[in-house]
Nanobody, 127 residues
């Protein structure tokens, strides 16, 4: 099993900040956590799911271009917890944010590569 639980979403004014948290658990996560990768993805209404940031167990990181310099992905392995610090938020960042896990090394932003997903947390940025 893999269970992923996101939290930290909410409503914020443009230019503000939010910190998202994803707590991972389960036998499969435990077995592959040192040879896999995690990512944050988002989906706006009537739009496809897009990769935001990804980090693998070796510490390699990828960001999508629109969030570079504003978002930071990090991981606390001792707590099985993934974070996404989002600064200088813009209205176009609005959407449902999902945490995901795959059982292979290399950070990837294509959601089709990920095997396990959380249920998401809503982020709304107003102007």
């Amino acid at each position: 099993q893999v269970q992923l639980v996101e939290s930290g979403g909410g409503s914020v004014q443009a230019g503000g900040s939010l910190r998202l948290t994803c707590v991972a658990s389960g036998d499969t996560y435990r077995d592959y956590s040192y040879r896999g990768a995690m990512g944050w993805f988002r989906q706006a209404p009537q739009k496809g799911r897009e990769g935001v940031a990804s980090i693998d167990s070796d510490g390699r990181i990828l960001y999508t271009d629109p969030v570079k310099g504003r978002f930071t992905i990090s991981q606390d392995n001792a707590k099985n917890t993934l974070y996404l610090q989002m600064n200088n938020l813009k209205p176009e960042d609005t959407g449902d944010y999902y945490c995901a896990f795959k059982k292979y090394l290399m950070p990837i932003l294509d959601p089709s590569n990920y095997n396990y997903w959380g249920q998401g947390t809503q982020v709304t940025v107003s102007s």
